[in-house]
């Protein structure tokens, strides 16, 4: 059986080829992290005078299907656009905290008649685009 010996210069450059290679795999595994983020962005309109905002956390209802039993005014549309990189997806539950935020910022009590819109032009391998529109309302 034949026994190999290395030289002090070669013994040291086995861990530094080792540290070096674990250092680019964790720079790729962070670089492909990074590129799988995911962007959120909501806006609001108002369709006829502005209204003060309620307070952060104030309850807002959100009507997927029908609208409230109780008399309301239409006061805004709520936009919401949502954008995943890759395998994630993006649904209306990613969207309803942010329908919930701009009715709020619009002085709104609920949000309905919510809608959603895919672009398939905007649908790639990588990035992958939902748009959601919603009515917040204000009771009587």
């Not at 299907?65 to 919401?80: H, Q, S, T, Y």
């Amino acid at each position: 059986m034949k026994t190999q010996t290395l030289r002090a210069s070669q013994s040291r450059s086995i861990p530094f080829a080792h540290g070096l290679a674990c250092a680019i795999a964790a720079f790729l595994a962070a670089f492909v992290l990074w590129g799988c983020a995911t962007s959120e962005v909501s806006n609001h309109t108002f369709l006829h005078e502005a209204r003060a905002p309620r307070l952060q956390g104030a309850l807002v209802e959100i009507f997927t299907n029908g609208l409230p039993a109780r008399p309301f005014e239409r006061v805004a549309i709520l936009d919401v656009h949502c954008e995943a990189q890759f395998f994630a997806d993006r649904t209306i539950q990613n969207a309803i905290p942010l329908l919930m935020k701009e009715a709020r910022a619009a002085g709104c009590d609920a949000v309905v008649e919510i809608q959603e819109a895919k672009t398939p032009e905007n649908w790639t391998l990588e990035t992958k685009v939902k748009h959601y529109t919603g009515v917040g309302v204000a009771y009587k």
